[in-house]
């Protein structure tokens, strides 16, 4: 896709990784709408690369429940949707608040699979679109102390990958990105001296399997994935292994599905 012109919703964009993706699609001429709770700083997105903010709290269905059509509103129609609002636990799931619990579970998996539902009935009959799902590597490999979060991400990939099959031939277009730690404050709030990750941490670390990525190469990396239609943003590369052994049994199916014609969504007949 050439994202020039090009309406983009990003949730989570008013700082981290959605703050880069707001920055890398407006440099390549999008026009970017960002969505958050943090008015101040979804103000300063917005005005920084010229486009627009909404507040919404999706970790709430009155948060998440007509952003959709606001959005639409506001842009007029929407060509790129990225779910990257996100919430991550640090603490062992038995102690864990059963509140924190439902607002990781909420955030990271209701919201981004009731936005998907709402934007694909705007994205379908235009028979153009791409959603993009922030998922992570923990959606893959299992961290102790991330375990809730482990728990949604991978909830997320395996909803998209089974959406992929149902959007065969319906224009729009799929990308999930699965990214290991990122130079921000949702790593700093869970790796730090004492945090319950650390003794794992320190494993992964000797393994030297967590190399902290910047967001900025996130974003780089998703943005031409959007513009290529890619399917997969993983990054380091250096756990291709774990995500191509994750992924075998999705693709195995995919294959033994080759050629099964599948109903069209009654939207985009
Ligand atoms: N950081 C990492 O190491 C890492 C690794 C793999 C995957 N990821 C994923 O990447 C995504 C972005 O992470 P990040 O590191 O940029 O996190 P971050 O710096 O903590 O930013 C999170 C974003 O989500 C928004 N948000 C949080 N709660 C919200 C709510 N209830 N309603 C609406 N927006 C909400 C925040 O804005 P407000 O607070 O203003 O609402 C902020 O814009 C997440 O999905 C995360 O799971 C991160």
């Given at each position: 896709m050439d994202l020039s012109g090009k309406n983009v919703v990003i949730t989570g964009?008013?700082?981290?990784i959605g703050e880069c993706f707001a920055d890398e699609f407006a440099r390549k001429g999008a026009d970017v709408l960002v969505v958050a709770r943090s008015e101040d700083k979804l103000a300063k997105v917005a005005e920084r690369v010229g486009g627009h903010y909404l507040v919404a709290d999706l970790g709430a269905a009155d948060g998440v429940d007509g952003l959709v059509d606001a959005c639409i509103d506001k842009?007029?129609?929407?060509?790129v949707w990225v779910n990257n609002a996100g919430l991550e636990t640090a603490e062992g799931f038995a102690d864990i608040d059963r509140d924190l619990v439902r607002a990781v579970a909420r955030l990271n998996l209701e919201a981004p699979m009731m936005l998907t539902r709402d934007i694909l009935d705007h994205m379908l009959p235009r028979g153009a679109g791409h959603i993009v799902q922030i998922s992570s590597m923990a959606g893959t490999v299992q961290f102790p102390g991330f375990t809730a979060y482990c728990g949604t991400k991978a909830g997320l990939t395996n909803f998209t990958e089974s959406l992929r099959l149902e959007l065969r031939g319906t224009g729009i277009g799929l990308t999930v990105v699965a990214p290991g730690p990122v130079v921000g404050e949702m790593w700093n709030r869970a790796d730090?001296?004492?945090?319950?990750?650390e003794p794992a941490l320190k494993r992964f670390k000797l393994l030297q399997q967590l190399p902290r990525i910047k967001p900025t190469k996130i974003a780089a990396h998703t943005v031409a994935a959007v513009e290529g239609n890619k399917r997969y943003v993983r990054l380091p590369k250096r756990s291709f292994y774990y995500h191509w052994l994750n992924n075998a049994p999705r693709r195995i199916a995919e294959m033994g599905m080759a050629g099964v014609k599948m109903s069209k969504p009654s939207k985009a007949r």
């Open positions: 964009g008013s700082m981290g842009l007029g129609h929407v060509d730090y001296k004492g945090s319950y990750l």
